[in-house]
């Protein structure tokens, strides 16, 4: 496997990881605006 290939199915990981994250916020709250930090804290945890 090629660095850039690595490279772009880790972004595509993350992006996914992102939007589940964004998902549930929007079930738990409703609102994701409010869910900002919570998604911020989510992603350094990647």
Not at 17 to 31: C, E, M, Q
């Amino acid at each position: 496997m090629s660095i850039e290939e690595l490279q772009s199915r880790t972004t595509v990981n993350i992006q996914e990881k992102s939007n589940l994250i964004w998902a549930i916020a929007d079930k738990l709250v409703g609102d994701t605006i409010s869910v900002a930090p919570l998604f911020v804290y989510s992603l350094s945890l990647v």
